[in-house]
């Protein structure tokens, strides 16, 4: 108080006044945005796009305005939305600032006052009471039984008890006891605290401060899509030219070697390719959305199948967020307490021998007092309950019921009378309760070592014998050193009536025995981390919890060692290096800040690991827009975090983030199937072009021709490759290298054979047909029929990389297939006789020793592919 020269009756109005103006309002800074028109324009800064454009341009050039308008919409959709998606970063950071409430009551001049809460100042006293949100952060003057939720902030799970107490000035942000801090929301009791930070200054905002400080890392795929598109650039000039000069050498004019050189640059871009790539990361965005992840920004599709590395948070994602009594403690008996969460069924197991609780007296008792002892309500809510209050004690009414109490009875047989509520001085809650066959009794519950204070008595099955405080003492650390929250619960028989409960009355209680409550796995959790090391995917736990806590829920779920564990503390003052050492060996992290949960983030991104990163509170925000995908809670998390992030859970349930890799996985094994069945028809026709230059003959297809079969082959068959199914050992394999090229050396193979394959067969339909006695027209009408039909049999092949490509199971796991086919079959009957089309593009119709001649290329190319395939299986290879 004296520094911040403030008093108990608030500060002057005049000196708020001029505070306000030294300090700033209490607001977080907005970051400056571009303006549209340049964010706008800043998407079509991509090589890709240049060659699209370019592509565009040449269509143009052939008057082909259908095929102009298509790639030119291509690229104006890929800009629209990029230009969506781009204020990401800007809109974290807006609703950070959302998050500050509107109004705040402070004492000025000794009056209490409600103002707005961006004119708080440094040494404002303030008002709090349940349900507000917290102006500023507080160091607190006066706490009544107050608890302040401040999981956005921390991590932790449950409310922390407040009060006055000092704490070390270097204790973590989640142990500062007599602190409240902005944008953290009171849930019980009443405060009065001094402002000493606002705006900028607090934790929130220096959380927002490292969120615009942060950048995002662009996806794999981007990164891959870039290198592909400069190679393509520098394929396309290198082969147009070498065209155009091997034409003037040959002796050929120079515009018609000008225009050849544009066909076969025309051949080379695949002017589908950005629409299949948009609709095979839109078909695994909606296969994610059935399973729960919704998708924010289209390429996170293809980054979550790179990913090596899973940094999750504890709370509601690896566990179900719903405290659970899982041991029962008496002085006889160590119980073992099944189910999860608030399910109101699980069996009492003494060892493996199924138990009745209700026929052991002590056990009985403390069930009652649990239920009794205890202001949580719960109430049916679908298959589960629905709770209201504090969730330890709701767990306490979860055990009654388990055992068959039935909590509204017990409360008639014995209403309560008074009340000593917790409090954070105290740490235990006491109830007195009368039945109405004149028996009196106080139920307490609360911290041990306050209980043990109380109690001289322990109960056992015979009656009671003295308390031995050391057993219990040592029953409780080794209970705690499993990651269980203790509470213990006694009572005391009153033998005459009482209607007031005084903490004079609160000795010479009888132990009833300790609960050990944790928030337990998801089972399922626990079965996706399994998956995940089966997928060559490291598991890491980071959070705010308490490092034994963190410790037991990882050695369930079978995350790290179980030994090992380093907390927020002991990761100050590391460096670099040593921190990249660090997250090699170490998979739990507890009691961690925002900077640090980013600085492990960008530490494993420094080793080369693809990182997710999961969270709910606005503390996580900054390590989630810093890893490479970002995944927020849906049901629980905050505004923020979900802006940060890229991918949204809609059930808060880290099993689903496994069922996203394997979508992601199956994404970019579809995008390099869409890559391996386009590109060798785009390698035929320049291929096609180029020899029939060097050997000086005519041109099996023109431009405007080549430009027809890329565009119906990848809106027909290309398209069919994105709705394909996982193929089975997607799962099996270890995450792809970050680092590695789109396609690897066997699949640059078979690009160049099939392309061979292809060149070979539009050859051979050109030159059999001119054999014949057709004329140019209609001998390049059975070459462009020759190249469709060697692509509709290619597709069959290129479903699978390396298995056959007839069974049962694959001929029925993608109806896209037959659509596609008959689609395309549709069309070329159309290309072939309809008069419109025909003298488009200089068609003629073909007699059925042609077609003939055509279906058997085509199942010659088929068979050939299914042996390279054959062969490559047995020599190793792999895609």
């Not at 068959?717 to 996982?726: G, I, K, T, V």
Request: hydrophobic fraction near 50%; proline fraction near 5%.
């Amino acid at each position: 108080m004296e520094t911040l020269g403030s008093r108990p009756t608030g500060l002057p109005e005049e000196e708020a006044q001029i505070r306000l103006r030294r300090h700033g309002p209490n607001r977080l800074a907005s970051a400056p945005r571009r303006p549209p028109w340049r964010r706008f324009l800043a998407q079509f800064d991509n090589l890709l796009i240049y060659v699209l454009l370019a592509a565009a341009t040449v269509t143009a050039v052939l008057g082909d305005w259908v095929d102009t308008v298509a790639i030119v919409g291509v690229v104006v959709v890929n800009a629209v939305v990029g230009f969506v998606q781009e204020g990401k970063a800007e809109d974290a950071l807006a609703a950070i600032g959302q998050m500050l409430t509107p109004k705040a009551v402070v004492r000025r001049d000794g009056h209490l006052k409600e103002i707005p809460a961006d004119a708080v100042v440094p040494g404002d006293i303030v008002i709090l009471a349940a349900g507000d949100r917290v102006p500023a952060d507080l160091r607190l003057l006066e706490s009544k039984d107050l608890a302040v939720d401040e999981s956005l902030l921390t991590g932790e799970s449950i409310p922390q008890n407040k009060g006055v107490q000092p704490v070390p000035a270097d204790a973590p942000l989640a142990e500062r006891r007599s602190m409240a801090y902005s944008g953290s929301l009171v849930t019980r009791g009443q405060g009065v605290g001094v402002v000493v930070a606002t705006g900028e200054a607090t934790e929130i905002g220096r959380i927002g401060r490292l969120l615009r400080e942060v950048t995002s890392l662009r996806t794999p795929l981007l990164t891959k899509l870039d290198r592909f598109a400069r190679v393509l650039t520098l394929a396309t000039l290198f082969l147009a030219s070498l065209a155009f000069a091997l034409g003037l050498w040959r002796g050929y004019p120079w515009l018609e070697m000008f225009l050849a050189s544009v066909g076969l640059a025309v051949a080379v871009i695949p002017e589908g390719l950005p629409a299949i790539l948009t609709i095979t990361l839109a078909v695994g965005v909606q296969r994610m959305a059935r399973r729960q992840a919704i998708i924010r920004r289209l390429p996170a599709v293809e980054t979550l199948g790179a990913v090596t590395a899973i940094c999750t948070d504890k709370t509601g994602t690896l566990t179900k967020n719903e405290m659970t009594v899982t041991q029962v403690a008496t002085a006889e008996a160590e119980v073992t307490v099944e189910g999860a969460g608030y399910d109101p069924h699980g069996a009492f197991l003494q060892g493996d021998t199924p138990l009745d609780p209700l026929t052991d007296p002590v056990l009985q008792r403390l069930l009652l007092a649990g239920a009794l002892c205890n202001d949580a309500e719960v109430a049916p809510d679908g298959d589960g309950l629905r709770i209201t209050g504090d969730p330890m004690e709701a767990a306490l009414l979860v055990l009654a019921m388990k055992a068959g109490l039935e909590l509204d009875r017990l409360r008639e047989q014995w209403p309560r009378v008074d009340t000593l509520p917790f409090d954070s001085r105290r740490q235990y809650m006491a109830t007195l309760h009368h039945d109405h066959q004149g028996h009196v009794a106080i139920f307490l519950k609360g911290a041990p070592e306050r209980v043990l204070d109380r109690c001289d008595r322990e109960a056992r099955v015979d009656g009671t014998r003295s308390l031995v405080r050391e057993h219990w003492e040592a029953l409780a650390h080794r209970l705690a050193k499993s990651g269980l929250r203790l509470l213990a619960i006694a009572y005391q028989p009153l033998p005459t009536p009482h209607i007031e409960l005084m903490e004079d009355d609160l000795e010479g209680f009888t132990l009833l025995g300790l609960v050990g409550i944790m928030d337990p796995p998801r089972p399922e959790a626990v079965e996706a981390v399994h998956t995940a090391a089966e997928a060559g995917i490291r598991v890491k736990m980071i959070t705010g919890d308490h490092a034994l806590t963190a410790q037991a829920i990882g050695e369930r779920m079978g995350i790290g060692d179980a030994r090992h564990t380093v907390t927020g503390a002991e990761l100050e003052g590391l460096g670099t290096s040593e921190l990249r050492h660090l997250v090699r060996q170490v998979d739990i992290f507890a009691r961690t800040t925002p900077e640090q949960k980013l600085l492990l983030v960008e530490a494993l991104q420094a080793n080369g690991e693809v990182t997710a990163m999961t969270g709910d509170g606005v503390n996580d925000a900054p390590a989630l827009k810093r890893a490479d995908i970002g995944i927020a809670m849906g049901r629980k998390g905050s505004e923020v975090a979900k802006e940060a992030a890229e991918m949204v859970l809609a059930d808060d349930n880290f099993a689903t983030i496994v069922h996203a890799i394997e979508e992601g996985r199956t994404v970019f094994d579809n995008i390099k199937k869409a890559l391996l069945f386009i590109l060798p028809t785009n390698g035929g026709e320049a291929g096609v072009i180029l020899v029939s230059v060097a050997l000086g003959l005519a041109l099996p297809v023109s431009a405007a021709q080549i430009l027809w079969i890329n565009m119906v082959t990848a809106v027909t068959l290309a398209l069919a490759l994105a709705f394909e199914a996982p193929e089975g050992d997607v799962m099996k394999r270890p995450p792809r290298d970050p680092a590695a090229p789109l396609l690897n050396p066997y699949l640059l193979w078979r690009i160049f054979f099939v392309s061979l394959l292809m060149v070979a067969g539009a050859f051979a339909a050109f030159h059999w047909t001119l054999a014949r006695g057709a004329d140019l027209d209609f001998a390049r009408t059975a070459t462009v029929n020759a190249i469709v039909a060697f692509e509709a049999a290619y597709l069959l092949s290129a479903r699978f990389f390396q298995r056959p490509a007839f069974s049962y199971a694959t001929t029925t796991s993608n109806r896209m297939v037959p659509l596609a086919l008959a689609a395309l079959f549709s069309i070329q009957m159309a290309y072939t006789y309809l008069p419109p089309l025909q003298t488009v593009f200089s068609a003629r119709g073909l007699d059925g020793t042609t077609w003939l001649f055509i279906a058997v290329l085509a199942v010659g190319l088929f068979i050939a592919v299914e042996t390279e395939k054959a062969v490559s299986r047995r020599l190793g290879f792999r895609a």
